[in-house]
Structure formats: C-alpha cells, structure tokens
C-alpha cells in the first residue's frame, strides 16, 4: 500500500536556547530531522512530506536533496493542525505515517511492523510503557483491552494520569478516514491545540479497529526538547553504533570512548584504541589498528594499515600495510600506496606517495608526486607555494632526500636520484645524480676563539 510520511518539524524548540532550528541540531554528526527523513527514505512505496515553520527555511534548504513535499505551518496550532495543512496533498488512498523531526533515533524495522498492520480500516499506533508517563499522552483502554482514546497530561482525570502506556506521538492512519476525521478536529481543549490525537477517539467511534506496536528501546522514541536530552541521545546513539561495530568484528578497547559522527565500515580484526573520533564515511579494512586519540574524516584505509595515536587523516585514500603516525597529519588528497610510511608531525596535502616510500619525521609535503620505495629525511620540506600560485614536485622511485631539504616547486627528481642535506633544490635533478645546493664548508686550523678581556 502507497504511503504518505509525514515529518513535522514546525515546533519552536525554544529550550534548545538556538539561533538554529532544533531539528538541524545533529546527533552522530547528523542533523536530526535528515536521520528521519533518511529512515522513512527506506520504507518501500513512500511519500515525503515535510511540515516546517519556524525557522523553516534553514530546515527547507538543509534537507532539499530529499525532494519531500514542503509544507508551511506558520503559527503552529497543534500536531492536528500541522496535519490539516498536509490533507490537501495526501494521496486518496493508502495510509499516513506521522514522524518527528525531534525524534531522531525511530528505527526503519518498527514503522516496517507497523505498515505490515495497516488496513484501510485499521489505526496503528505506536506506544511504549514508561515507568514516568508524566507529559505524555495516556493511551485509553476499555475493559476489553480495546483502545478507545489519547488523553493529553493536561486534560487528564487523575485515574487517566496513573495509566504508563503512552502514546509516543508516531501513528498510522488509513487516509480515507484520516480526511474526515482531520476535518472535525477542534481546539476545544486545555492548550487551545488542535490534539492529532483526538482522532483516535473518532476512529474508535467509526468502528475501524485500532492496533498498537512497541518500539524495539525507548530510545526510538525519545524527543529532544533542550541540550540535555540531546547529549542523553547522543550517548545512546554512540552506545548502539559502538554495540555494532563490534558484533560485526571490531575490538573496540573502550566502547564508551568512541564517537561516530556519520558512517564507519570496518573489516574483521579492526582494532580501536580509545578517544577516537570518526566523521563522515569512513572504512576501515581487515587488520588496521587505531592508537588513542585519531581523527578520521572521509577515508578509506587498506587492510593491515596502523595508525599510531594522535593522528588526522581527513579525505585521504591509505593502502594496505602503511604505517601512519604517531601526530601524523594527512591533510585532503593525500594517497598512500601499500607500506608507506608517514611518521610524526609529517604533514601531507594532495600528496601521491609511493609504495614502500617514507616520510618518517618533520616534514611537509604538498601537491607532490612521489615514487615507490623513496626515503625523505627529517625537515623536508615542499615548498609549493609562491603566496599567489600552487606547484607542483615529482620525485621519482628510489630517490633519496636527505634532511632538511627545501624542495622548491615547480621541481623535479628523476628516479635514482639523492639530494645531499641541508640543500635548497630549485632545479630539477636528473636521474641517478647527486645534488648539493648548499654552502661549502670551510674548517680552519687552530682558529683563536675570542676571549673576554
Ligand atoms: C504529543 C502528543 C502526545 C504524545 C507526545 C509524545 C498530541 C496532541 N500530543 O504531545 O500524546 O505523548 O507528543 O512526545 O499530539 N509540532 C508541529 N506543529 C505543531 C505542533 C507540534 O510541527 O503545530 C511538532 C513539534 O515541533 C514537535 C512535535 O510536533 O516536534 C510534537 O509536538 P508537541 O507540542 O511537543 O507535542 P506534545 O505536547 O509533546
Ligand atoms: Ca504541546
């Protein structure tokens, strides 16, 4: 059955204490309200439908790559009223799926349980039992266990307050009686709100028969209504990614320090040590190993590769056996091939670096080509910047640099070829030549040292 998914995101989130909307604010890296557009992405059959008001338009720009329906709730009345602004573009038949954009953490497999309910004639809700049901709505039963209605906290009888089922806001709709009952709504209440959930009571009197479903965890359907339930979320989100990652063969050495802001794919034997934070998508092969404290951003690294602790590697490709850090820094561009080595407070940007070939201490290399099997020394330095334009070194394979070079681009060394210490290279150098550009020493014999008199 095609299916309408409506998000609503009109609230005002004046908690959050946020010159931005509190459905951009992210969890995992990821603002709230695209984890939810993402999830209902995944359902089968299914049309978007994004209710926005304020601060709208930062929501409208950061989820356009979403094509959902945008739709404007300007003075929010109620969640009833965001759906009477949605009734004109529901589809005639199928059924409406409700979703929040402050309830970041629903899972694909509980509104897959619900759908698999649903009936022209059927209501599924979706409701939890709390052992603190305080602000929710009560979910109402008759004697037969049947649902007869949603009492709000603030229109409850203090019987309805002891109920601890409560709705969790998420509901699915058949879009035939949907229409009716949207359109007898009224705000005849303790808010003044039009109540979405007053149509329960209307579904319950027009006979079609209401279900109700569990969540997997009560993380599900946890809102965010100010930063500390945003941290609380985010620690579980963590928890649940740090659970996966090693169900699927990662050895995380504390699962509790670990953040994942975005995607991380790791083979077998993955080994993370502490404090170590991934943003966007990383992957990670069979074998690598991560020391304390790593920043990851949008790489891939090769089976076998370690990188040792205090390293960044942001948009870089590494390859299989190289051996990263400690304080190394691979900046975007940067490609290692197989058994490379980067060693401490080496710096790298748009830099090929060939298989076997080291850069082991201090150095900066940047809009370089580099060879297999070539050794730099300490300090060397591609210079590759004249303050307006960017050139470019090609070092060939088997070259040696020694240390402290300044490699002055545009520049090249042709394979074979060694750079003696301390030089300043500003020519190219052919293959298998040595290459001085330094001073000469001069040493003199019994120099007389001056002497205070
Ligand atoms: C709602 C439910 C309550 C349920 C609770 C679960 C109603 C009347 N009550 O109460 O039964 O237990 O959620 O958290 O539905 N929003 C809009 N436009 C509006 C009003 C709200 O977009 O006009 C959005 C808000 O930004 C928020 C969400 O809908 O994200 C829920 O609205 P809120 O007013 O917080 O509902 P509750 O009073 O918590
Ligand atoms: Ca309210």
Redesign the pocket.
């Known amino acids: 059955m095609t299916q309408d998914i409506v998000i ?6 004046s908690r959050m204490k946020s010159a931005f909307s ?2 951009l604010h992210k969890i995992g890296g990821i603002p709230m309200v695209r984890r939810v557009l993402t999830t209902a992405s995944a359902l089968s059959d299914s049309k978007l439908h994004l ?1 926005v ?1 304020h601060q709208g338009e930062q929501v409208e720009t950061s989820c356009q790559d979403f094509s959902a329906n945008i739709v404007w ?1 300007n003075d ?7 759906l009477k602004r949605v009734a004109p573009f529901l589809q005639t038949d199928g059924a409406t799926l409700t979703l ?4 970041p953490l629903i899972r694909a497999s509980t509104l897959e349980k619900m759908t698999a309910l649903s009936t022209p004639n059927t209501l599924v809700l979706l409701t939890i039992r709390l052992t603190n049901p305080t ?3 009560r979910i109402v039963r008759n004697e037969q266990g049947k649902v007869m209605a ?1 009492v ?1 906290q603030k229109d409850a009888t203090d019987r309805q307050l002891a109920i601890n089922e ?4 998420i509901l699915l709709a058949p879009n035939s009686h949907l229409q009716t009952w949207l359109a007898a709504l009224t705000n005849n209440n303790a808010q003044g ?1 039009y ?3 007053d149509v329960i009571a209307m579904a319950a009197q027009a006979g079609v028969d209401i279900v109700t479903v569990n969540p997997e965890n009560e993380a599900e ?1 946890a ?1 965010v ?1 100010d930063r500390v339930q945003l941290a609380a979320l985010e620690r579980e989100l963590q928890h649940q990614q740090a659970i996966a990652l090693m169900q699927n063969g990662a050895t995380l050495l504390d699962p509790a320090r670990i953040d994942v802001r975005g995607t991380l794919t790791t083979g077998n034997d993955v080994i993370i040590d502490v404090n170590c934070v991934f943003e966007g998508n990383v992957v990670l092969g069979s074998g690598v190993e991560i020391g304390p404290n790593c920043f990851l951003k949008n790489c891939v690294i090769g089976d076998n590769t370690v990188i040792k602790s205090n390293s960044m590697i942001d948009d870089s490709q590494v390859a299989e056996a190289c051996d990263i850090g400690p304080f190394a820094r691979l900046r975007p561009g940067t490609q290692l091939a197989n058994k490379a080595k980067i060693g401490n407070f080496v710096e790298t940007k748009k830099a090929l670096i060939g298989e076997g070939s080291k850069v082991n201490h201090l150095s900066y290399i940047g809009d370089t080509e580099m060879g297999a099997n070539v050794n730099v020394g300490a300090g060397t330095i591609t210079c590759n910047y004249d303050g307006v334009n960017k050139f470019k070194t090609q070092i060939g394979d088997n070259v040696f640099v020694g240390s402290n070079t300044s490699l002055v681009a545009p520049v090249q060394v042709a394979e074979g070829a060694t750079i003696a210490a301390g030089s300043t290279i500003t020519k190219s150098v052919s293959e298998n030549q040595l290459a001085f550009a330094r001073a000469r020493q001069t040493n003199k014999d019994n120099w007389p040292r001056p002497s205070k008199k």
């Open positions: 609503l995101a009109a609230g005002k989130g509190k459905v209710i008001g709730q929010p009345q109620g969640t009833g009223d965001a929040y954009g402050d309830v602000g929710y709505g949603i709000e409560v709705n969790t806001g709100e109540y979405l959930t359907v809102g209504n």
